[in-house]
């Protein structure tokens, strides 16, 4: 069974100060696991997404992600937030085969100036 | 080179009534996954769908069913609509057997309202 919980409904920083977005997992296979984007009224945008390669893993807009089998966690870290972060990100958990999707309940990132 | 395309952008229907929504994969994709996201939380999966068959589906009704077309296009059908079927419905696109290069693209949805 797979499943995704995302520890923070909301989390907010000022601008300039680091982003983390926690997230953990379960799986009974090797997971393969992305981080989504969703500004409002728009479309998911994919992050970064971690396939059994490289465990940290770099994405779009500075944002990386680090997948510890160990913890069972895949958090998204940014060094410094800008304005335009502010959206809802969303951890998804897909088995090897990627034939079903698993997203968290997704955290609402609010950036203050 | 055109992504994802979902229609209609917003629909609203009275419940017990049946919707058809409709979704064109992203250039090169073969495989149509559907979500549905009520307000306030993460898309749920509804089904997948790879050479025109039902690969695999999540813990929804009957009411919802599917189909897939040659061209790869889709489409998501809804029976006897309940005032809980209100949400956004996201369709997204990929590629089968991707392995490390896998993605999935998603279209901006479709908003259903029930009333």
């Known amino acids: 069974a797979q499943s995704v919980t995302q520890l923070d409904s909301h989390v907010s920083v000022s601008e300039g100060t680091p982003v983390l977005l926690r997230c953990n997992y379960s799986s009974s296979y090797s997971p393969s696991l992305f981080w989504y984007v969703q500004h409002p009224n728009k479309g998911l945008q994919l992050l970064l997404k971690y396939t059994s390669a490289a465990t940290l893993v770099k994405g779009i807009n500075g944002f990386e992600a680090e997948f510890k089998k160990s913890e069972t966690s895949f958090h998204l870290t940014k060094p410094s937030a800008h304005m335009s972060d502010a959206a809802e990100y969303f951890c998804?958990?897909?088995?090897?085969?990627?034939?079903?999707?698993?997203f968290g309940s997704g955290t609402k990132l609010n950036v203050k100036p | 080179d055109a992504g994802v395309t979902q229609s209609p952008t917003h629909l609203i229907k009275t419940r017990g009534q049946q919707v058809t929504l409709r979704c064109s994969p992203k250039?090169?994709?073969?495989?149509v996954s559907w979500y549905q996201q009520a307000l306030g939380q993460g898309p749920q999966f509804i089904f997948q769908?790879?050479?025109?068959?039902?690969?695999q589906r999540g813990n929804f009704p009957d009411r919802f069913s599917g189909h897939q077309f040659p061209n790869y296009s889709s489409e998501l059908n809804v029976n006897a609509l309940l005032l809980g079927d209100s949400a956004l419905y996201l369709c997204a696109s990929s590629l089968d057997g991707g392995g490390s290069s896998y993605e999935q693209y998603f279209g901006p949805g479709t908003r259903l309202t029930v009333t």
């Open positions: 998804v958990v897909t088995p090897y085969n990627f034939n079903k999707f698993y």
């Open positions: 769908y790879y050479e025109e068959e039902e690969r």
């Open positions: 250039s090169g994709h073969d495989t």
